[in-house]
């Protein structure tokens, strides 16, 4: 697609990276841990686009995904280590992910919208209560500690971050852009009549939930590995949820690199902000509202502008 | 028609039942269709036609009966699975992309249902773009749907139905929305579809819409099928007629000179209104005068309710209305309803939650004690039933008494004008008979002006002392009663 609209998306973008490639020169080592995290979130993002933006399920919930990806992992680490590869428990995250992602698929296929909405809401509680309950194997509340990380070194945390960020990305913006992104945005905003075109419906759904959860429990396990942690209150607790989603509203819904945009944002201002203690917060929010509020296309929309669709 | 017609059936509907809960939508449904044959399926709101439709789709799942495409059966079958069989859905309203173009929203139909093809193949862009040039879209292919008309978002429908080349091809209320020249155009790609041998199904309201264009009509009431032949056969059928016109007619109509106001109180005024693209209304006057029983008939979607919210300030329109005199134009609803027009919604709007005394003292709360009180009293007379029904919560009520409470609600307002939209919608016919008697009382005993909307005749010619007949935004005929039968029955059949 040649389009005027694409073309501002690729600069925008181009534009990122090149920052983004440069940036350890210059920055210290905190700036880059703060980046690396955002990083990482800007993929959670990314994934619940997916889902919402372009297969329209209202997935309130997008840190069951993250959760069951970042504790399968840290869990087989904490107790297998180091007879286990981490890499090996980052991919067992990610399956497991994969699988709570069939498993958060079943009640949409029988249930929709707000009703769905709350189920994955239900899901994130009781994976919260189950972590905590089960203290034995998971940390509980206090969280748990893994023996390993992928590096100590902060450059080189950051460039994994940030090419796990550009290569999910760009996989899935390609997929968003492909057939199979047409045939989920159709299905998304009327499931009958994609029926009726011949497309399996729950099909492509389905498929929607395997990506998005891949992807999310696959960051989730990248930063346990990343922080030596993972606790509730970074994983699964459904305020990082709401984060999640403000950020990916934030930079523009069914764009997926909008919700990059938001979630390097969100972290960057609250982290700039953080010299005004509980206000920044607040500061935040008032941001997300008013972007909401009146420009509903997010940080893309306005840069787009008359490009309306 | 063609030669092809003599040959085997490629649709073959039989026994075709579809319930929901309690309520039977199809009843024991039979018919086929034959390739290069267009049948019409019509039948007045509520007939089940629409369900017929999609359960030959398979967007509802037959509860029985078989429905078989060149001898393979469909029934049971999930929508896409049909769809690749060769049946193909013209929806009425459908929610195309908006972010994508025209050209993009035909490719979608032509992607292949697999989740391992990323592209779409080579020919698809040339493939879309031909079939954009056959509806008549190629002027409009790079532009986003929003931005369309409303003729050319329908065609975009058709675009996307036959993309797949459907041996069947079903299409729900074809031209509904469209202008005069609009439906000469659909006329001919619906034409085409015949010539090409395909077999197509038209589900529409009645048959004088299209009757130009189909083969064979089968009418459908309740669920059942109650006639089926040519077309002008199907208009000349005792029960279709009944069902559509109503039986022999009583008329108790005062003659317009009767009433002494020389202006009328409510005079509407070329009224047009337009949704989005849709023309809603066109140039509507009519008038009704102080005391009045003033019906406007019309089938579902000829704009009844449009003309009544345009009255209430509900919508914005263009033309004037104006009542006792004075414009309402620009007025809001609530300053409307304050100067004595009352509409009761066909949607009813109850306060479900809230019992049957709640709702009628809500109605009447701008009233004195007193009044309130006379007020409760006198509907209670008019409507016996809700005395006993008073405490009970209004969404537990049956459908025909909540009708009764929507009216007496309205009625608790003193309205001066009483505008009540389609109150027989979905009310068993005994249900009617009650509900009749209530609104004769209502004429005789008070001085009430009424404005019914209605497309159950039987209904709305009994009570009026005028009628008007409002089809496809237009008013298209005006008199008395008794000479409706006679003079408007071919533009309602």
Redesign the interface.
Known sequence: MPSFVTSRLFWIGALTVIVALVLPTYVSGYVLGLLTVAYYTAVFAMSWDLLFGFAGEVNFGPTFLIGVGAYTAGILDAHFSPGLSIWLCIAAGALAAVVGGVVLALPALRVSGPYFGLTTLVAVLMLQNFIVVAAGLTGGEIGLAVPDVISIDAKTNYWIALGFMLVSGAILF??SR???G??L??SG??K??????????T??KL?AFVVSAFFSGLAGALMVFYMGTASVSTFVDVGVGVQIIIAAVLGGR?TVIGAAIGAIFLIGMGELLRPLGELATLIVSVIALVVILFFPDGFLGIIRGGAK? | MSETMSGAPMLEVSGLTKRFGGLVAVKNLSFSIRPGEILGLIGPNGSGKSTAMKSV???ERPTAGSVKLDGVELAGL???RI??MGV??V?QH???????TVL?NI???L???K?T????DKDVDARARAIAERVGLGGVIDR?P?TLAFADLRRLELA??V??SPKLVLVDEPFAGLTASEVADFSDLIREFRDDGRAVLLVDHNVKSVSALVDRVLAMYLGERIAEGKASEVMQDETVRRVYLGGALVSTARPEASFKDVTPALQVDKVGVLYGKAQALQDVSLHVHEGEFVSVVGLNGAGKTTLFNAISGLVPYSGDVKWAGRSLAGGTAAAIARAGIVQCPETRELFGDMSVRENLELGGNALSDAERAERLEWLFGLFPILRTRQPQLARTLSGGEQQMLAIARALMMKPKLLILDEPTLGLAPVILETLSKALDRLRETTKITVLLGEQNVTFALPHADRVYVLDHAKIVWEGPPDRFEAEAAATYL
């Open positions: 390609g997929l492909s057939a199979i047409l045939i945005q159709a905003q009327d009958i009549q994609a029926g009726a075109l011949g497309f399996n419906v099909k492509h498929a069914r669709a | 789709m398979g967007v999930p929508s896409h769809a690749r193909g859905l929806f459908s929610r195309p992309l908006a972010r994508q993009e490719k979608v139909a992607l292949p249902d989740l093809r990323l592209f779409a986003r929003p996307k139905a993309a797949r």
